[in-house]
């Protein structure tokens, strides 16, 4: 298991919002590449977690989100960054 942070402050749409209180944190099975579970603190995560739940519940690789193109700025790129963070 790895367990990655993303502070909200490093997301530009937050900045843009001006409301960058808050952390994303992802737990990944490295050998499965399976996502175990996400905690997303932060403006729009209502929206996010939407993404997140599609991709474990298709019992997809979290190399998904990583890899996948959204729009920007949004606060779903994000997720881009929080999952390149898995070594």
Known sequence: MQVVTLPVA???R????????GVLKAVVDVNT?????V???CVDSHEMI???KTVMDA???YTVLRD??????TMSESLNDLFS???
């Open 10 to 12: 490093a997301i530009p």
């Open 39 to 41: 905690s997303l603190l």
């Open 50 to 52: 939407n993404i997140v």
């Open 59 to 61: 019992d997809l690789p």
């Open 85 to 87: 963070l898995i070594k």
């Open 33 to 37: 590449q399976r996502i175990v579970g």
């Open 68 to 73: 996948q193109i959204f729009t920007h700025p």
């Open 14 to 21: 937050a900045r843009v919002m001006n409301d960058t209180r």
